[in-house]
């Protein structure tokens, strides 16, 4: 069992940024692949981006590449969510998980979900 709770969120103007922290408990962190996703009402949880156990391999949508940045520290169980560039259409509540099995960008691929933190860029 993992705990996830996500922190950061918030109400930033364009071009603003915010950093988003996922903090674990339970289960060792250190052994997961964890990913961000975000979603907006009525649509598909999509993708954001992903990180594997050791920080060092990462892969990020097309649409927030050079924008965002993921990180995490497995000493604070803790993975980040630099967000740079911010602008209206990120605005979507933001969810970081962990893998279970199965491709990468799905989200049925993760089991483990934090509460979600919501990101509002100004327009």
């Known amino acids: 069992q993992v705990e996830l709770v996500e922190s950061g969120g918030g109400l930033v103007q364009a071009g603003g940024s915010l950093r988003l922290s996922c903090a674990a408990s339970g289960r060792p962190f250190s052994s997961y692949f964890v990913a961000w996703f975000r979603q907006a009402p009525g649509k598909e949880r999509e993708i954001v981006a992903n990180?594997?156990?050791?920080?060092?391999?990462?892969y990020y949508a097309d649409s927030v590449k050079g924008s965002f940045t993921i990180s995490r520290d497995n000493a604070k169980n803790t993975v980040y969510l630099q967000m740079n560039s911010l602008n209206h259409e990120d605005t979507d509540i933001y969810y970081c998980?962990?893998?279970?099995?199965?491709?990468?960008?799905?989200?049925?691929?993760?089991?483990?979900w934090g509460q979600g933190t919501q990101v509002t860029g100004a327009s």
């Open positions: 990180i594997n156990w050791s920080g060092s391999s990462t």
């Open positions: 998980a962990t893998h279970r099995s199965g491709p990468l960008s799905n989200y049925s691929s993760y089991d483990y």
